[in-house]
């Protein structure tokens, strides 16, 4: 399974952004969950959100609930995230990654990553 990330850049406090994450042809097939992750400097990687990939069932972590959402096109075979009121803390490396199973929330259960997004928020 081969991931793609985009869409990352500088937005002031309170913008937002749309991340892309891309699943090349032919390699999504042993995909269940997609999910979004960020790394900020210093700090672990942490769960942002997921979503199912053939059913659409999504879970977000508490600090994004009500700002992120996360939403899939599976013809196009991609996965976004799309970040509204974005604070100065969102800041951080965006990642994408697949999982081959389902409801799963942590790095290590997630199979394949993307090479990440960098989201710059300014105060």
């Known amino acids: 399974v081969q991931l793609q990330a985009s869409g990352g850049g500088l937005v002031p406090a309170g913008g937002s952004l749309r991340l892309s994450c891309a699943v090349a042809?032919?390699?999504?097939?042993?995909?269940?969950?997609m999910g979004w992750f960020r790394q900020a400097p210093g700090k672990e990687r942490d769960f942002v959100a997921r979503?199912?990939?053939?059913?659409?069932?999504?879970y977000y972590a508490d600090s994004v609930k009500g700002r992120f959402t996360i939403s899939r096109d599976n013809a196009k075979n991609t996965v976004y995230l799309l970040l509204n009121s974005l604070k100065p803390e969102d800041t951080a490396v965006y990642y994408c990654?697949?999982?081959?199973?389902?409801?799963?929330?942590?790095?290590?259960?997630?199979?394949?990553w993307g090479q990440g997004t960098l989201v710059t928020v300014s105060s």
């Open positions: 042809e032919g390699t999504y097939y042993s995909i269940f969950d």
């Open positions: 990654a697949a999982a081959r199973r389902l409801g799963v929330h942590r790095t290590d259960e997630y199979d394949y």
């Open positions: 979503i199912s990939w053939s059913g659409g069932s999504t």
